[in-house]
């Protein structure tokens, strides 16, 4: 037989490649429901980067990398699950190299692995959505223009021991906000600000000039570190988030080949022939035989 004639009888034995999709969307549900209950557990337990509180800022770096981590083995855990489930529910192949079928359980794991990413992003979405509809006292600023961020800093800027009735102060609380949110640029609170928080300070507060300058440096401290907490919470919340979803389709590729090994009766990997001790009891036991 000759080299040609072999290339075409491999390619008739050889069934064209395509998508099974229930496996897939399967393994998609069984990853986005295995990571909303790790990270409802890890928010339970309190590993999280940000806050509606302002105790938030008592946050140490030692946490927010403890939260980082374990976002990263969560989405570990979950796409591998759903990735396994994908390999293991697709339909075997007769005929076909073993490579070319570990190929394509990995693509079914990917393939799961983008499905799980579409759905996880829809639910946050919808979860968004709703939360905003439905602002709290304890999350929504008093005014509709204010800094959220920085609602905790206006409180103790316009502080006061006695305040006038009727008093409306939505309008000065969101000035006030978006001047002491410049507090974090290269040049910081210009003087005409500074002088206009002192001002508004002594007005709404009755407090004199020297004390309502150190409460408005004290303030302007405050935003400073808060805006630069913030910053730096969200961009290593971004870095989780990017990172944990590298690797989970590399997860995903990974427990669809491990799936499609399982399917098949191939030899498994060693971590996945670990049996437990009750298990092995289990094997060794044997139901005894019953008397003609």
Known sequence: MT???????????????????????LGALTATAVSSILIAFGAAVGLGVSSASPTWRDASVALWLLSGIFLILAALVSFGCGGYLAGRARPSYDGVAAEDVERRDGWHGV?????AVVLSAIVAALIAI?????ASALTAPPSSSEPVILSYDVDHLLRAQ????????????????RVLLTSSSHSGVSADDHAFLVQTVSTVTGLTGPDAERRVDTVIADSKRAITRARASTIILAFSIATSLLLGV????????????????????????????????RDAWQRPMPVP
């Open 3 to 25: 080299t040609i004639e072999t290339a075409a009888e491999l390619r008739r034995t050889d069934p064209a490649w395509h998508l099974a999709w229930s496996p897939i969307v």
């Open 111 to 115: 393939a799961s692995w983008a499905v």
């Open 130 to 134: 709703s939360t905003i509809g439905r």
């Open 162 to 177: 006695r305040r006038l009735p009727n008093a409306e102060l939505g309008a000065i609380r969101a000035e006030v906000g």
């Open 250 to 281: 590399i997860a995903a590729w990974a427990g669809a080949e491990a799936g499609g090994r399982h399917r098949d009766g191939m030899p498994l990997p060693a971590w996945m022939q670990h049996r437990s001790r009750f298990n092995r009891r």
